[in-house]
Protein backbone atom coordinates (compact mmCIF):
# COMPACT_ATOMS: atom_id res chain seq x y z
CA UNK A 1 0.00 0.00 0.00
CA UNK A 2 1.35 3.35 -0.81
CA UNK A 3 2.90 5.52 2.01
CA UNK A 4 1.07 8.61 0.14
CA UNK A 5 -2.79 8.53 -0.96
CA UNK A 6 -4.16 11.21 -3.05
CA UNK A 7 -8.04 11.95 -4.09
CA UNK A 8 -9.83 11.86 -6.09
CA UNK A 9 -7.24 10.65 -8.95
CA UNK A 10 -9.04 13.00 -11.21
CA UNK A 11 -11.52 16.00 -11.11
CA UNK A 12 -12.91 18.73 -14.10
CA UNK A 13 -13.70 21.62 -12.81
CA UNK A 14 -14.98 24.95 -14.68
CA UNK A 15 -12.59 28.06 -14.86
CA UNK A 16 -12.96 30.52 -12.10
CA UNK A 17 -14.23 27.46 -9.40
CA UNK A 18 -12.31 26.17 -6.79
CA UNK A 19 -11.27 23.02 -6.02
CA UNK A 20 -9.49 21.23 -3.24
CA UNK A 21 -7.32 18.05 -3.49
CA UNK A 22 -6.54 15.58 -0.72
CA UNK A 23 -3.45 13.93 0.52
CA UNK A 24 -3.52 11.09 3.22
CA UNK A 25 0.07 9.84 4.31
CA UNK A 26 1.05 7.03 6.48
CA UNK A 27 5.18 8.21 6.59
CA UNK A 28 6.07 9.02 9.63
CA UNK A 29 8.46 10.76 11.10
CA UNK A 30 8.28 13.42 8.37
CA UNK A 31 10.56 16.23 7.38
CA UNK A 32 8.35 18.09 5.25
CA UNK A 33 5.64 17.89 2.78
CA UNK A 34 5.48 19.05 -0.75
CA UNK A 35 2.84 19.39 -3.37
CA UNK A 36 4.21 19.89 -6.89
CA UNK A 37 2.21 20.73 -10.57
CA UNK A 38 3.05 18.71 -13.07
CA UNK A 39 1.99 19.81 -16.25
CA UNK A 40 1.60 17.10 -19.41
CA UNK A 41 4.61 15.95 -20.65
CA UNK A 42 6.90 18.07 -18.25
CA UNK A 43 8.69 17.64 -14.79
CA UNK A 44 7.06 18.16 -11.46
CA UNK A 45 7.58 21.84 -10.11
CA UNK A 46 7.61 22.55 -6.56
CA UNK A 47 4.34 24.76 -5.54
CA UNK A 48 4.74 24.56 -1.61
CA UNK A 49 6.84 23.59 1.11
CA UNK A 50 5.39 22.78 4.32
CA UNK A 51 6.96 21.45 7.71
CA UNK A 52 5.59 19.67 10.62
CA UNK A 53 4.80 22.92 12.72
CA UNK A 54 2.66 24.62 9.47
CA UNK A 55 -0.74 24.08 9.02
CA UNK A 56 -1.06 26.27 5.93
CA UNK A 57 1.23 28.08 3.24
CA UNK A 58 0.18 29.61 -0.12
CA UNK A 59 1.35 30.77 -3.00
CA UNK A 60 -0.32 32.62 -5.29
CA UNK A 61 -3.93 31.22 -6.10
CA UNK A 62 -2.52 27.94 -4.29
CA UNK A 63 -3.07 27.20 -0.78
CA UNK A 64 -1.91 23.70 0.73
CA UNK A 65 -3.28 22.90 4.94
CA UNK A 66 -1.47 20.42 6.75
CA UNK A 67 -2.87 18.43 10.31
CA UNK A 68 -0.24 16.30 11.51
CA UNK A 69 -2.26 14.92 13.85
CA UNK A 70 -4.16 13.27 11.23
CA UNK A 71 -1.87 12.85 8.85
CA UNK A 72 -3.59 14.85 5.60
CA UNK A 73 -2.87 17.87 3.93
CA UNK A 74 -4.95 19.61 1.11
CA UNK A 75 -4.02 21.98 -1.61
CA UNK A 76 -6.61 24.52 -2.43
CA UNK A 77 -7.21 26.00 -5.79
CA UNK A 78 -8.91 29.40 -6.05
CA UNK A 79 -10.62 31.00 -9.24
CA UNK A 80 -8.89 28.38 -11.41
CA UNK A 81 -7.27 28.86 -14.96
CA UNK A 82 -7.12 26.83 -18.12
CA UNK A 83 -3.37 26.77 -17.08
CA UNK A 84 -4.00 25.26 -13.79
CA UNK A 85 -5.06 21.83 -16.07
CA UNK A 86 -2.17 19.53 -14.34
CA UNK A 87 -1.63 16.78 -12.28
CA UNK A 88 -0.86 17.43 -8.31
CA UNK A 89 1.57 15.54 -6.84
CA UNK A 90 1.81 15.39 -2.95
CA UNK A 91 5.14 14.19 -1.63
CA UNK A 92 6.59 13.41 1.89
CA UNK A 93 9.87 13.20 2.73
CA UNK A 94 11.29 10.89 5.92
CA UNK A 95 14.92 11.89 6.33
CA UNK A 96 16.38 11.30 2.84
CA UNK A 97 13.55 9.04 1.40
CA UNK A 98 10.59 10.87 -0.57
CA UNK A 99 7.62 9.68 -1.21
CA UNK A 100 5.39 10.53 -4.14
CA UNK A 101 1.83 9.77 -4.26
CA UNK A 102 0.07 8.89 -7.63
CA UNK A 103 -1.52 12.59 -7.70
CA UNK A 104 -4.84 13.96 -9.14
CA UNK A 105 -5.40 14.88 -12.53
CA UNK A 106 -7.18 18.23 -12.58
CA UNK A 107 -9.06 19.49 -16.15
CA UNK A 108 -10.15 22.86 -16.21
CA UNK A 109 -12.58 23.66 -18.49
CA UNK A 110 -13.55 27.06 -20.03
CA UNK B 1 19.28 29.34 -17.24
CA UNK B 2 19.25 27.09 -14.32
CA UNK B 3 17.99 23.73 -15.56
CA UNK B 4 18.08 20.06 -15.65
CA UNK B 5 18.22 18.35 -19.12
CA UNK B 6 17.86 14.58 -20.46
CA UNK B 7 18.10 13.26 -23.61
CA UNK B 8 16.89 11.57 -25.19
CA UNK B 9 13.29 12.77 -24.82
CA UNK B 10 11.84 9.94 -26.79
CA UNK B 11 13.24 6.21 -27.29
CA UNK B 12 11.64 3.10 -29.05
CA UNK B 13 13.78 0.49 -28.63
CA UNK B 14 14.09 -3.61 -28.56
CA UNK B 15 14.52 -5.75 -25.54
CA UNK B 16 18.05 -6.14 -25.08
CA UNK B 17 19.85 -3.24 -26.56
CA UNK B 18 21.71 -1.47 -24.56
CA UNK B 19 20.61 1.99 -24.00
CA UNK B 20 21.91 5.39 -22.17
CA UNK B 21 19.84 8.35 -21.09
CA UNK B 22 22.02 11.39 -20.15
CA UNK B 23 21.17 13.53 -17.32
CA UNK B 24 22.81 16.77 -16.70
CA UNK B 25 22.83 19.56 -14.36
CA UNK B 26 23.89 23.13 -14.33
CA UNK B 27 23.81 24.28 -10.78
CA UNK B 28 26.20 22.67 -9.50
CA UNK B 29 23.91 20.44 -7.10
CA UNK B 30 25.72 17.55 -4.94
CA UNK B 31 22.52 15.21 -5.14
CA UNK B 32 20.79 13.65 -8.11
CA UNK B 33 18.45 11.29 -8.70
CA UNK B 34 16.41 9.42 -11.32
CA UNK B 35 12.75 8.11 -11.31
CA UNK B 36 10.26 6.32 -13.23
CA UNK B 37 6.74 7.06 -13.08
CA UNK B 38 3.95 4.54 -14.23
CA UNK B 39 0.12 5.26 -14.57
CA UNK B 40 -1.30 5.20 -11.42
CA UNK B 41 1.61 4.91 -9.24
CA UNK B 42 3.58 7.75 -7.85
CA UNK B 43 7.18 8.56 -8.80
CA UNK B 44 9.52 5.88 -7.94
CA UNK B 45 13.09 6.33 -7.14
CA UNK B 46 15.67 3.68 -8.98
CA UNK B 47 19.08 5.33 -8.00
CA UNK B 48 20.68 8.46 -6.17
CA UNK B 49 24.08 10.19 -6.06
CA UNK B 50 24.62 12.10 -3.25
CA UNK B 51 27.47 13.17 -4.45
CA UNK B 52 30.47 12.58 -7.16
CA UNK B 53 31.53 8.61 -6.86
CA UNK B 54 28.84 8.00 -4.39
CA UNK B 55 25.55 6.15 -5.51
CA UNK B 56 23.25 4.06 -4.25
CA UNK B 57 19.97 1.94 -4.82
CA UNK B 58 16.06 3.54 -5.12
CA UNK B 59 13.06 1.49 -4.68
CA UNK B 60 13.29 -0.04 -7.96
CA UNK B 61 17.11 -0.15 -8.98
CA UNK B 62 16.73 -4.05 -10.72
CA UNK B 63 17.38 -3.88 -14.37
CA UNK B 64 19.27 -0.39 -14.21
CA UNK B 65 22.79 1.08 -13.77
CA UNK B 66 24.38 4.70 -13.21
CA UNK B 67 27.31 6.40 -12.37
CA UNK B 68 28.75 9.64 -11.31
CA UNK B 69 32.22 10.33 -12.68
CA UNK B 70 31.83 14.04 -12.63
CA UNK B 71 28.96 16.73 -10.61
CA UNK B 72 27.20 18.05 -13.46
CA UNK B 73 26.32 14.26 -15.20
CA UNK B 74 24.11 11.27 -13.92
CA UNK B 75 23.51 9.07 -16.81
CA UNK B 76 21.07 5.94 -16.12
CA UNK B 77 21.86 2.96 -18.32
CA UNK B 78 19.55 -0.14 -19.29
CA UNK B 79 22.10 -3.08 -20.45
CA UNK B 80 19.33 -5.23 -21.36
CA UNK B 81 16.03 -3.62 -21.43
CA UNK B 82 12.55 -5.47 -20.94
CA UNK B 83 9.21 -4.04 -22.18
CA UNK B 84 8.67 -3.61 -18.17
CA UNK B 85 11.23 -1.01 -18.15
CA UNK B 86 8.84 0.57 -20.87
CA UNK B 87 8.04 4.06 -18.43
CA UNK B 88 8.72 8.12 -18.32
CA UNK B 89 11.96 8.91 -16.60
CA UNK B 90 13.21 12.10 -14.63
CA UNK B 91 16.04 12.76 -13.83
CA UNK B 92 16.24 15.16 -10.95
CA UNK B 93 18.65 17.32 -8.80
CA UNK B 94 18.92 19.27 -5.52
CA UNK B 95 21.87 20.82 -3.69
CA UNK B 96 22.54 18.75 -0.79
CA UNK B 97 20.85 16.72 1.70
CA UNK B 98 19.05 19.09 3.75
CA UNK B 99 15.49 18.59 4.06
CA UNK B 100 13.98 21.72 2.92
CA UNK B 101 15.68 22.14 -0.47
CA UNK B 102 13.96 21.97 -3.13
CA UNK B 103 14.15 19.53 -5.79
CA UNK B 104 14.13 20.14 -9.79
CA UNK B 105 12.98 17.74 -12.13
CA UNK B 106 14.40 17.02 -16.17
CA UNK B 107 11.47 17.31 -18.51
CA UNK B 108 11.37 13.90 -18.53
CA UNK B 109 12.45 10.66 -20.94
CA UNK B 110 9.57 8.63 -22.40
CA UNK B 111 10.71 5.11 -22.97
CA UNK B 112 9.30 1.98 -25.12
CA UNK B 113 10.60 -1.64 -24.94
CA UNK B 114 9.34 -3.73 -27.97
Known amino acids: KNQVEQSPQSLIILEGKNCTLQ??????????LRWYKQDTGRGPVSLTI?????NTKSNGRYTATLDADTKQSSLHITASQLSDSASYIC?????????FGAGTRLTVKP | EAQVTQNPRYLITVTGKKLTVTCSQN?????MSWYRQDPGLGLRQIYY???????DKGDVPEGYKVSRKEKRNFPLILESPSPNQTSLYFC?????????????FGPGTRLLVL
Open chain 1, 50 to 54: MTFSE
Open chain 2, 92 to 104: ASRPGTSGSETQY
Open chain 1, 91 to 99: VVRKSEDMR
Open chain 1, 23 to 32: CNYTVSPFSN
Open chain 2, 27 to 31: MNHEY
Open chain 2, 49 to 55: SMNVEVT
